[in-house]
């Protein structure tokens, strides 16, 4: 038999083509779950609340780095909020360069962890503090290097608060779809 050579980069054995699926696939649904959520607010009267409470962008974007590494969390993080602003005005455009970097963040510190031997439900909260330092990082370049005067630091741990629920729904759902996929394989 012949085996045929491949350059692919492979992660967890994913090949670079898979991996790309998978960016994709996280892509898709980092833009329709906000619209979800958003649809959910406009039925119950609350608006745009339940979108940034539950933070949904996030959900896809750690779960592709947990299963397909580093390279599909970071592209899926960096283009989600760029497609979600074309496709449907949110995030609002002074938002999405801020949003790119932490969504980015999450992607690839989730990436970098899914080989990791830790409880996946670690992967997920280390995951969330590096995408939430790459937030603040934005900010300080934002307000240091552009002069942006509407963002601050201090905007950080009052949006942690509010994104409680969003976090809690990450840590109940990403571990079990995690393991799901990894016990089929």
């Known amino acids: 038999m012949k085996q045929e050579k491949t350059t692919a980069i492979a992660v967890r054995g994913m090949k670079l083509s898979y991996q790309m699926i ?3 696939l996280a892509i ?4 329709a779950l906000p619209q979800v959520f958003h649809f959910i607010g406009a039925i119950s009267g609350s608006g ?3 979108g940034s409470v539950f933070s949904p962008m996030h959900l896809p974007v750690i779960l592709v780095g947990l299963l397909a590494g580093p390279l599909a969390g970071g592209l899926a993080g960096l283009f989600s909020p760029v497609v979600s602003h074309f496709i449907s005005g949110m995030p609002g455009a002074m938002m999405v360069p801020l ?4 969504l980015a963040g999450y992607g690839v510190v989730a990436g970098l962890l899914c080989n990791a031997r830790l409880p996946c439900i670690v992967k997920v909260v280390i995951a969330q503090i590096g995408g939430r330092l790459m937030y603040a990082v ?3 370049v934002a307000v240091n290097v552009f002069g942006k005067t509407n963002f601050s630091v201090s905007s950080i741990i ?3 608060i509010a994104g409680l629920p969003g976090l809690m729904l990450q840590w109940a759902f990403i571990p079990l779809i995690v393991y799901r996929v990894n016990g089929r394989k």
Request: zero cysteines; glycine letters at 0%; charged letters at 5%.
């Open 22 to 24: 998978a960016a994709a």
């Open 158 to 160: 009052p949006s942690v």
């Open 99 to 102: 949003m790119m970097a932490e």
């Open 48 to 50: 745009t609340v339940p």
């Open 138 to 140: 934005a900010i300080l």
């Open 28 to 31: 898709v649904a980092a833009v």
